[in-house]
């Protein structure tokens, strides 16, 4: 379920979306917030997003060219 962006906790990986009139667009990678803004989990880089929601980040499974699957490092 997503929630309203200014309830998004500090510190945590969350996974961000920007709702408007063209519909729901979500990042394909977790983030963290902080004072500054928002970070990458994975790299650290800042990254320049203005989300409305944020939902907790869950691990994607992903299916790899020789039919194997494995969980994305989240």
């Known amino acids: ?3 309203p962006i200014p309830s998004a906790p500090f510190g ?3 996974e961000l979306a920007v709702f408007d009139e063209d519909g729901e ?10 004072p500054q ?3 990458s989990a994975a790299t650290g880089v800042r990254v320049d997003i203005r ?3 944020w939902r907790y ?3 994607k499974t992903v299916q ?3 039919g194997t699957s ?3 490092a989240s």
């Open 1 to 3: 379920m997503w929630k």
């Open 12 to 14: 945590r990986e969350l």
């Open 25 to 34: 667009t979500a990042l394909v990678f977790p983030c963290i917030r902080e």
């Open 37 to 39: 803004g928002w970070k």
């Open 51 to 53: 989300p409305t929601h």
């Open 57 to 59: 980040w869950e691990s």
């Open 64 to 66: 790899t060219d020789d």
């Open 70 to 72: 494995v969980a994305e």
